[in-house]
């Protein structure tokens, strides 16, 4: 039996792209934000969005609340109301608060923070769970957060910043709708 001859595979390695001079880029280059936006047009909306997410946070605690402790003959009907709305802003929250981190900027996130930058009132319907009261301030809060989110997309479109509109656009359709159905309820 013949012996197999081994070739020597005359295909080149495969050259790794590190190996390639200057296909990597420096670790400064990459921490910095270069996404066509200037840095004070970044600082512009990420101070809008912050303003954001300061109502919105506030709204979400405001609303959870009252799915506490909401009482009456509308128990049943705005008890479950209210969680679909809270669950919905709290998951938004997320959304914000990472549109911010992806501009560069560090994403507010403490009370004393939130009670500084958002337009809501911090209030409690003090123990009689009146769902008239309740309805009134969740539908003047829907439409805190609709203002603060309108005034970011204002912002966010002359810079040019589209995701940052997209956002904003999506949180003023739920808002929008929310204030509406809560107002509904007191007519
Ligand atoms: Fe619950």
Redesign the pocket.
């Known amino acids: 039996m013949a012996k197999s001859t081994k070739t020597k595979s005359t295909a080149k390695k495969k050259t790794s792209p590190k190996a390639s001079k200057g296909a990597t880029p420096s670790l400064s280059a990459a921490a910095a934000v270069d996404i066509g936006l200037t840095e004070a047009n970044r600082k512009k909306v990420a101070d809008g969005l912050s303003n954001v997410l300061a109502d919105s946070f506030t709204l979400y605690l405001k609303t959870h609340q009252f799915?506490?402790n909401v009482r009456g003959p509308m128990f049943n009907s705005l008890?479950v109301m209210f969680?679909g709305q809270y669950t919905e802003e709290w998951a938004a929250l997320d959304e914000i608060a990472e549109r911010i981190r992806a501009l560069g900027f560090d994403a507010p996130g403490t009370y004393a923070q939130f009670i500084r930058l958002s337009t809501i009132k911090d209030e409690q319907i003090r123990d009689t769970g009146d769902w008239e009261a309740m309805v009134a301030q969740l539908v003047i809060g829907n439409e805190a957060v609709c203002r603060v989110c309108r005034a970011t997309l204002d912002i966010a479109s002359k810079v040019s910043d589209e995701p940052t509109v997209d956002l904003m656009t999506q949180r003023l359709s739920i808002h929008e709708k929310n204030a509406w159905m809560l107002r509904s309820l007191l007519q």
């Open positions: 799915h506490w008890h969680e």
